[in-house]
């Protein structure tokens, strides 16, 4: 059982996964986790991003803990395991920004608990084939379990998954459109993927001056 860090890098992303490990291998190290850093789509039958879905299920049913960070993240600042972030009535954490007016919960980072929720949880992302080519494919589905339009980012209502998700501070999953002043993960959505690795290369470099 234990912990695991997972990611998936396929296709052009493989060399984003390449650089993010470098961040991964001492954060694991020093938290006690071990890795699941895949290169290849997990289900080639659905888009490539979610494979992330595919992943979580199957490490959920072999490890009491899995944290999931987007191959386009690099820890920055490791001295802190994101696991002590997770209260003992949460089955997940993650980080919820605010852009341009709209919540979105992102998918990017998450730490989530072995266990009923979890799996129900994930499964019924699964089973929301109506994002299977949304512009946000797994994370709208989420929004959408979460009480969120995918859309608007309005409420949609009362969510009884809502209650059972821990909002992490932002500094867990630090985005240029709204960063946290002292980030432990960065995180770079919506580049090329050229500019992406540019960036992380970059943070990744300051990091170990830091």
């Not at 009884?160 to 909002?167: N, P």
């Amino acid at each position: 059982m234990g912990k695991v860090l997972c990611s998936v890098g396929a296709g052009r992303q493989r060399s984003l996964l390449g650089l993010a490990a470098r961040s991964f291998r001492p954060y694991a190290r020093r938290h006690g986790y071990s890795l699941e850093l895949r290169t290849d789509v997990v289900d080639p039958s659905r888009p490539p991003a979610w494979s992330k879905v595919a992943l979580i299920r199957e490490l959920l049913e072999r490890h009491e803990l899995v944290v999931w960070l987007d191959a386009d993240t690099i820890v920055v600042r490791g001295d802190r395991d994101i696991a002590d972030e997770l209260p003992a009535d949460r089955f997940m954490g993650l980080v919820e920004h605010t852009v341009a007016g709209r919540a979105n919960p992102n998918t990017g980072v998450m730490a989530i608990r072995s266990g009923e929720d979890a799996q129900r949880f994930f499964g019924e992302v699964w089973e929301s084939t109506e994002f299977l080519n949304h512009r946000w494919w797994e994370q709208a589905a989420v929004m959408q379990l979460l009480g969120y339009d995918p859309e608007s980012g309005e409420s949609t209502g009362p969510s009884t998954w809502r209650e059972r998700v821990q909002l992490l501070d932002k500094s867990w999953n630090s985005i240029r459109d709204d960063p946290a002043p002292n980030p432990r993960i960065r995180h770079w959505p919506g580049y090329t993927v050229t500019r992406r690795y540019a960036e992380m290369a970059l943070a990744l470099v300051s990091a170990r001056r830091g």
